[in-house]
């Protein structure tokens, strides 16, 4: 151990103020034991240079191992969340598919639900326009019946009253003969007797 003051100054300098050389050195003696006894207790607590070292060198291998095991770790949670987002990614496209399967299915229903819709139109127009044809021909022909009968029901029409005149016209003649014949029976009784 090295002491940081002189100790042969410090017994002349006791000696110069009264201490005999004995108690001079017996003090100087004294006081570097106290001191040496705080040094060991110092040192005890304290560390070395070296220890101090091989302690930071301790802590840094224990944090290069931290590190490692955060990096594999950090790895592994990196690869695991990887996996997981592939996964997902895949159910996704699953999803995607089928999403878009069933649009489409729903299309192909909804256009031959047009399709059988619009051709089943079409049929009831022309089944409608050839009923309209058919029922205007029909139409027609009533109408054509119809006015014939109209023409034929005039004509009768038209013949009876004909005969209707002649027969008044027949009836006012036998009437008026018959008139004329009994008035002249009567003309004739009447002379008679006068």
């Known amino acids: 151990r090295k002491l940081f003051f002189d100790t042969h100054a410090l017994v002349c300098l006791l000696e110069e103020n009264g201490f ?3 108690q001079s050195e017996v003090i100087v003696a004294a006081l570097v034991k106290i001191m040496n006894t ?11 240079k070296v220890q101090q070292e091989i302690a930071l060198q301790q802590v840094m291998s224990h ?9 594999i770790l950090e790895k592994s949670e990196f ?21 878009m399967d069933e649009i489409t299915k729903v299309r192909a229903d909804n256009k031959l639900n047009l399709n059988l819709e619009k051709s089943r139109v079409k049929e009831l127009v022309s089944f409608g326009c050839f009923h309209l044809e058919t029922s205007k021909q029909r139409h027609a022909q009533q109408d054509r019946a119809l006015t014939q009968t109209d023409r034929k029901i005039d004509t009768e029409v038209a ?5 209707l005149e002649s027969h008044k016209l027949d009836n006012i003649k036998y009437l008026a003969g018959s008139v004329f014949t009994c008035l002249t029976v009567a003309l004739g009784f009447y002379r008679l007797w006068i």
């Open 20 to 22: 005999t050389t004995q």
């Open 38 to 48: 705080n040094l060991d207790m110092i040192y005890k607590d304290m560390v070395t």
């Open 63 to 71: 944090i290069g191992g931290v590190k490692k095991d955060m990096i």
């Open 79 to 99: 690869s695991a969340l990887r996996s997981e987002n592939e996964k997902i990614k895949l159910e996704l496209q699953q999803i995607k598919k089928q999403v």
């Open 159 to 163: 013949d009876l009253k004909t005969m």
